[in-house]
């Protein structure tokens, strides 16, 4: 979804949505309402297209190489963490790898 958002430019209203309903996806018609998809024809399009599945599987099979369960995930220092943090969380584990 976020791919095809993006090539509408409605890539940051598209992440918002998308993370927002963390429990489940929403429907693809709630999706373009709510991340407000300028064509929803050229959306539907972009997500039955075979090019977009293809860089949905190979993103899966790279995170899967990398042992990524989830996003967001940040990997610090050959160190992966997974979730969001505030920018604390975030400078004490730098600060920790620095040292």
């Known amino acids: 979804m976020a791919h095809c958002a993006n090539q509408q430019n409605s890539f940051s209203i598209a992440h918002q949505v998308l993370f927002k309903s963390e429990e489940s996806l929403p429907?693809?018609?709630s999706?373009?309402?709510e991340a407000n998809i300028p064509n929803a024809d050229e959306f539907e399009s972009c997500m039955e297209n075979r090019?977009?599945?293809y860089l949905v599987e190979r993103d899966e099979i790279i995170a899967d190489?990398?042992?990524i369960r989830?996003?967001?995930?940040?990997?610090?220092n050959g160190k992966g963490f997974l979730g969001s943090m505030s920018y604390a969380q975030l400078e004490t584990i730098i600060r920790g790898e620095l040292k």
């Open 70 to 76: 989830g996003v967001p995930y940040l990997i610090i």
């Open 27 to 29: 429907s693809r018609e």
């Open 31 to 33: 999706f373009v309402y």
């Open 65 to 67: 190489s990398l042992h």
């Open 51 to 53: 090019s977009t599945n």
